[in-house]
């Protein structure tokens, strides 16, 4: 048996529910073990072109069982509105090829409300949050202030814990924000519309993955955002509020003791960042706008222009430390094509010297980056499928990224399609 773990290197945006469609071909079971509807993975093949928000990447092929851990923010409304769209284009969901952990807690419609409050609070000071709900949610979550996926086969007793829950909630929303109230009726209704679709895929996914890993079966972990966004380990507070490093994999989906053998670091081959905070190595005006549009940096949540800048070393490899990565996917080398030469941010300069760690968080804002060239390859390589289809100067780029991150480069994607890839063999 044999699991792995595919994770964003960086701000996220990487590509990976790009990698997780093509690799869970060789998969049973792909689990989302954190963060929620605030992910936007897209994948392309031959269903259609899906922006995937909470539903695993593992969907659209038959035989894979897709979970959604305990560690996840699960959105039930959303998560109806997700399900309906893919089954519009054919793709099946049933409780045989989705199931949600039944200690996943919900997130409430205050959670949404919440973010915005706060955002609209901090105004010029805001963290750009996707106004999902998801650091309310969290923060409830710590608080144990949540109501688990499992608690809605409980009438009498969810009517209980959401009244405690609001009589609380109810006084922040007042008190902090003047915002209007919750009542346990609409709170009771909402669980029932909402809840009651998503109770088919409940259960208890612990046992689920116990009898899975006796049979030996593979599980593949697909982390939402990356490295960068990490609660604990990414730039703070500019994080997500959950951890996406593959070491959080196993407790997220319910199976600490499950081992990853293979972690993937999805990266692109520039780089981009959704939302506000430090971003050293970033681009701005003619330069920054080519790159944008080559690569078409939209958000696929929220339809904001991503900011974009040459690949940065340093944060690479800090963020291929941090999450283990065994091998590197580097994702869009087809969106440089157009460049005559290829920046590439090789340092950081800090308070007067050239440095190659990452630094904390605090000092990223005064960090500067230091650039090198590379030559570019002027020519159209989406249709590369091997190595050797790639172009010298390409090669030399990806064997240069390969050197400087410490990490071989086994998958290179070339296009947004799922068989626009050239794997390595080592
Ligand atoms: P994720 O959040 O890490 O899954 O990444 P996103 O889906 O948010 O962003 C990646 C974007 O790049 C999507 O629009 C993909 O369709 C697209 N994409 C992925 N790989 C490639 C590639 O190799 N080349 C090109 N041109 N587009 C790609
Ligand atoms: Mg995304």
């Not at 089954?87 to 409430?108: E, F, H, Y």
């Not at 293979?262 to 330069?287: H, M, Q, R, W």
């Not at 920054?288 to 696929?300: D, F, N, Q, S, V």
Request: net charge negative; proline share 4%; glycine share 10%.
């Amino acid at each position: 048996m044999s699991n792995c773990a595919v994770v964003g290197i960086n701000w996220g945006d990487e590509g990976k529910g790009r990698m997780v469609d093509l690799l869970t071909e060789k998969y049973d079971i792909v689990v989302r073990y954190q963060g929620g509807g605030n992910a936007g993975h897209t994948v392309i093949n031959e269903k259609g072109k899906f922006a995937l928000h909470l539903l695993p990447s593992g969907i659209f092929r038959e035989g894979v069982v897709n979970v959604l851990g305990n560690g996840v923010a699960l959105d039930p409304e959303n998560l109806c509105r997700e399900i309906d769209d893919v089954r519009a284009k054919g793709v099946a969901v049933t409780p045989d090829n989705l199931k949600i952990s039944s200690r996943a807690s919900i997130l409430m419609p205050w959670h949404r409300k919440l973010d915005e409050l706060e955002e609209l609070r901090l105004a010029d000071k805001k963290y750009g949050s996707t106004k999902q709900g998801i650091a309310p949610f969290y923060s409830d979550k710590y608080q144990k202030k949540t109501i688990l996926a499992g608690e809605l086969f409980d009438k009498e007793h969810l009517k209980a814990h959401a009244e405690e829950i609001l009589e609380w909630k109810d006084l922040i929303l007042k008190g902090v924000y003047g915002a209007e109230l919750y009542t346990v009726e609409e709170t009771l209704d909402w669980l029932d519309e909402f809840g009651g679709r998503i109770k088919p895929f409940i259960c208890d996914t612990e046992e689920f993955f116990d009898e899975a890993m006796k049979q030996g079966k593979s599980i593949l972990f697909e982390a939402q955002l990356g490295t960068l966004r990490d609660i604990d380990l990414g730039i703070y507070p500019y994080t997500t509020s959950s951890n996406t490093l593959a070491a959080y994999a196993p407790i997220g989906s319910g199976i600490p003791y499950a081992s990853i053998d293979n972690v993937i670091g999805v990266v692109k081959a520039y780089s981009t960042c959704v939302g506000e905070g430090p971003f050293v190595c970033e681009l701005f005006g003619d330069e920054a706008e080519k790159l944008r549009e080559a690569g078409a940096e939209y958000g696929a949540k929220t339809g904001r222009p991503r900011r974009v800048g040459p690949l940065d070393i340093v944060a690479t490899s800090y963020g291929v430390k941090m999450q283990g990565a065994k091998e590197i996917a580097l994702t869009k080398l087809d969106v440089l094509s157009y460049l005559d030469k290829i920046p590439v941010c090789v340092k950081y300069e800090l308070d007067g010297e050239k440095k190659a760690k990452f630094p904390f968080p605090s000092q990223l804002e005064k960090a500067r980056p230091v650039t090198e060239y590379f030559p570019g390859w002027h020519c159209d390589i989406s249709g590369a499928r091997s190595w050797e289809d790639l172009p010298e100067e390409a090669r030399s780029y990806v064997t240069f990224i390969e050197r400087a991150v410490g990490c071989r480069i086994k998958y290179i994607s070339v296009g947004a399609e799922r068989d626009s890839i050239i794997v390595r063999e080592v």
